[in-house]
């Protein structure tokens, strides 16, 4: 079982719909990424979490930290949101430069 | 927020050849850099942490005389592959942690190809 899980792995929307992406986690930690793969490669972070919730733009992070599970929502959804959404996780005490766990991402496509 | 880039963001070389990838943070000083490699449809995989001014530490499995890693500065990490062969054709990615901080920033990205 690995140690983050995300769901689904493959997700299609239409243009316009509210999106939810969720990610449990099964050991403690410091921190969430929740990170946005474009097909080129490149990979964004959209958030760090540790607690509560954070907003930008069109996007939302939830965090809860007793049931170890987040969610990434994404409002008016458009097929620039088309990507890989990755979720990873900073393990155990709070130190610079600790190492990431990911989850094995899920793929959003976006139909206009 | 803050900004890593890659160079080369891709390259094609011959099996034999050495390749140098650079990983700069540009607008912070990064106490630790990552690197990292990821093959078609699978995640990310850790291949060295590394701290500037000292050895790299490497994941298990990973080749430290294959895979030198040189964090000379605050701003800059190279990763070079030697002694290339066709099977370390991937997609190497690197990213930078801010001092005393845990986010993570990551590069573009570079697109290696071993013929």
Known sequence: ?112 | GAVVSQHPSWVICKSGTSVKIECRSLDFQATTMFWYRQFPKQSLMLMATSNEGSKATYEQGVEKDKFLINHASLTLSTLTVTSAHPEDSSFYICSASLAEHNEQFFGPGTRLTVL
């Open chain 1, 1 to 112: 079982k690995n140690e983050v899980e995300q769901s689904p792995q493959n997700l299609t929307a239409q243009e316009g719909e509210f999106i939810t992406i969720n990610c449990s986690y099964s050991v403690g930690i410091s921190a969430l990424h929740w990170l946005q793969q474009h097909p080129g490669g490149g990979i964004v972070s959209l958030f760090m979490l540790s607690s509560g919730k954070k907003k930008h733009g069109r996007l939302i992070a939830t965090i809860n930290i007793q049931e170890k599970h987040s969610s990434l929502h994404i409002t008016a959804s458009h097929p620039r949101d088309s990507a890989v959404y990755i979720c990873a996780v900073l393990l155990g005490i709070r130190t610079s430069g600790s190492r990431l766990t990911f989850g094995e991402g899920t793929q959003l496509t976006v139909n206009p």
